[in-house]
């Protein structure tokens, strides 16, 4: 049996664990969130991280901090996941969905004008697989407009562009620690603040909208509600789970690489031959996701189908959310690439400890052979 994912374990979560255990503190902001925040914050060239407990927590106060609010309009891919759309309308704001590009499944950059409004608040591009796009003209055409970027940056932990990690584009970023990603803590994020104008009011909203942070700096004597907030703190078992997680971050990265790149070795003649087509190898982008798309849906679930009677976990992404029932109820024009891509992709098993690459790609070749 190949699963689809396997979290990797690094060894030392159950130590970092112990620590805290022994340590009895227990709620966010404690020495390993710290030591964690430290290092998403030099490694990833942002100016603030916070620790929240999911991506989905992450996108949810971006947004928030964002100001996003009734009325307003925030442009993302319909190819996402659900988060992305719900953060924008959780805040009464409108998703405005934006096409992709089919080399690599994200916003397609010459799209986004076409639906700028005089509503538009933001941009929300979304790096699939850990794949940048060209975010520098994103964010070119976001300050012509007087708009914010807020990139969904979920898979992208450990993807650069341009020289720069990929997370310090944009205003803020979100990320993602769900246990399907590249480093993980079973469920987390971060929240990235690159625009330190968004890092005073971040520390108010994650703490319930409480000025607690200062209370315990000694900066004011009691704490007490002075602005809009929930609960976005990562508790610390998960942050020490988290920071050794981190620790590995260069090796866990470096062999997903990899097997991506293998899969990409192997899979080269059937591209040649017209049977699929192979995920872009963005330049930077951190393994995340090795995608395949077929030339038809039917070839698609048929080879998905064949994969699984052979004890190999190959799966599909996303159902277009401008098609899904909740997004039915929010306007979109025609998307025509997001429509297309969307039935022909096969994502294919890839994980820390998978050693059988080759016998997926064999599995794959010997269904395609014998589809005229
Ligand atoms: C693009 C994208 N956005 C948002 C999320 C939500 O992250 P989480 O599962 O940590 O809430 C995920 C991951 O699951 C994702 O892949």
Same mark, same amino acid.
């Given at each position: 049996?190949?699963?689809? $994912? ?5 060894? $030392?979560?159950?130590? =970092? ?19 964690? +925040? ?25 947004? @928030?901090? +964002? ?8 442009? %993302? ?63 070119? %055409? +976001? ?6 970027? @807020? ?31 590249? /480093? ?9 603040? $690159? ?25 004011? *004597? ?10 976005? @703190? ?27 790149? @293998?899969? =990409?070795?192997? /899979? ?7 049977? /699929? ?5 963005? *330049? ?9 798309? /077929? $030339? ?21 992404? =996303? ?48 269904? %395609?052979?014998?589809?005229?």
């Amino acid at each position: 049996m190949i699963p689809f $994912n396997k979290p990797r374990l690094t060894g $030392n979560e159950r130590v =970092y664990i112990d620590e805290v255990l022994k340590s009895e503190r227990f709620a966010g902001g404690g020495p390993f969130s710290e030591k964690c +925040a430290a290092w998403l914050e030099s490694r990833l060239e942002c100016a603030k991280a916070f620790l929240v407990p999911s991506g989905t927590a992450a996108l949810e106060m971006m947004m @928030l901090l +964002a100001g996003v609010g009734p009325g307003d309009e925030v442009i %993302l891919p319909s190819f996402t996941f659900t988060s992305t759309a719900n953060a924008v309308v959780l805040r009464g704001a409108t998703p405005m969905f934006a096409d992709i590009r089919p080399d690599t499944m994200n916003i397609d950059e010459e799209q986004i004008e076409k639906v700028i409004t005089p509503q538009t608040k933001a941009i929300c591009p979304v790096y699939y697989a850990g794949a940048a796009c060209r975010v520098e003209l994103i964010e070119a %055409l +976001a300050k012509r407009w007087g708009l914010l970027v @807020l990139p969904d940056a979920a898979q992208a932990l450990g993807s650069f562009h341009k020289g720069r990690p990929l997370c310090s584009y944009g205003h803020m970023a979100a990320l993602s620690f769900h246990e399907t990603k590249n /480093l993980h803590c079973g469920e987390g994020g971060a929240l990235l603040v $690159n625009n330190s104008a968004f890092a005073e009011r971040a520390e108010i909203v994650m703490e319930k909208g409480t000025d607690r942070g200062k209370f315990f700096r000694g900066q004011v *004597d009691k704490y007490s509600w002075v602005d809009l907030g929930s609960s976005f @703190l990562m508790n610390e078992i998960t942050a020490a789970f988290l920071y050794a997680q981190l620790e590995e971050a260069d090796q866990t990265l470096q062999h997903r690489l990899e097997l991506w790149n @293998l899969y =990409y070795q192997e /899979l080269e003649p059937l591209e040649k031959l017209g049977k /699929l087509r192979r995920a872009t190898p963005v *330049d930077g982008h951190n393994g995340h996701i090795f995608w395949i798309t /077929l $030339n038809d849906e039917g070839t698609r679930n048929a080879l998905m189908d064949e994969l699984k009677r052979k004890g190999i976990g190959a799966t599909f992404h =996303y159902v277009p959310l401008h098609n899904a029932p909740m997004g039915t109820r929010f306007p979109s024009g025609e998307l025509p690439v997001t429509e297309d891509c969307a039935v022909r992709l096969l994502r294919l098993p890839l994980y820390h400890e998978l050693s059988e690459v080759l016998r997926v790609t064999e599995a794959v070749e010997s269904f %395609l052979q014998r589809v005229p």
